[in-house]
Nanobody, 129 residues
Framework: QVQLAESGGGSVQAGGSLRLSCAAS????????TGWFRQAPGKEREGVAF???????SYADSVKGRFTVSRDNAKNTLYLQMNSLKPEDTAMYYC???????????????????????WGQGTQVTVSS
């Protein structure tokens, strides 16, 4: 019902910026709380940033103040602006939609990744020092 496709990843030096995009089809982001997750090799997948149906956002402490999640409802596209990148930000980044039940961005911070139903294929972000 929801198809997601990430893009915008790449290699960047520490302190640089990237903007990730996640294009959706089959539904609209405005109807769901949507999240950005990341996973580094050998590490657990973790939630990074979330935006709910009302446009409210939330962030993991590790990225707060550096990353900004936004949404373009007309284009049905989700974005993650990543500034002041650090080597520890290196990971595969995924966008995801839980589908149900509805939740706020604040609530999403405590929901584990495996409860999300729809996932993109991921885009790699590599940050070098």
């Amino acid at each position: 019902q929801v198809q997601l496709a990430e893009s915008g990843g790449g290699s960047v030096q520490a302190g640089g910026s990237l903007r990730l995009s996640c294009a959706a089809s089959g539904s609209t982001y405005s109807s769901y709380c949507t999240g950005w997750f990341r996973q580094a090799p050998g590490k657990e997948r973790e939630g990074v940033a979330f935006i709910d149906r009302d446009g409210s956002t939330s962030y993991a402490d590790s990225v707060k103040g550096r990353f900004t999640v936004s949404r373009d409802n007309a284009k049905n596209t989700l974005y993650l602006q990543m500034n002041s990148l650090k080597p520890e930000d290196t990971a595969m980044y995924y966008c995801a939609v839980r589908g149900s039940p509805a939740m706020t961005a604040i609530q999403a911070l405590r929901v584990p990744w495996w409860l999300y139903k729809y996932w993109g294929q991921g885009t790699q972000v590599t940050v070098s020092s």
